[in-house]
């Protein structure tokens, strides 16, 4: 039986996206959340920021958000260690 290095293994990379994925989400329901503030959740002026906001990933960075196509922030996720968000540093 042959035996594959370690350097043709893609978890960490599977890792990373996972990391991506919830992080890119928690933003969005962060947004959403945000906006639930001041409107109704059946109000046309949430269903229009719904409407005109999306998530785009691994294309410019890990994550950006988009409104009407226009970029409106980019995200760079790194997994760190520990459970501490003090000590997250801006990439």
């Known amino acids: 039986m042959e035996i594959k290095s370690v350097m043709h293994d893609a ?16 933003v969005c329901l962060s947004m959403i959340l945000e906006q639930l503030k001041s409107h109704d959740k ?15 990933y691994e294309w ?7 409104k009407d196509d226009i970029y409106i922030s980019h995200h760079q996720v790194k997994h760190k ?3 501490d968000f003090s000590t997250h540093l801006d990439a």
């Open 42 to 56: 059946d109000s046309d002026e949430f269903q229009k920021y719904l409407s005109e906001h999306a998530i785009q």
């Open 60 to 66: 410019i960075e890990d994550f950006s958000i988009l």
């Open 81 to 83: 260690a520990g459970k």
């Open 11 to 26: 978890t960490p990379s599977w890792n990373g996206f996972n990391y991506q994925g919830k992080v890119g989400v928690y």
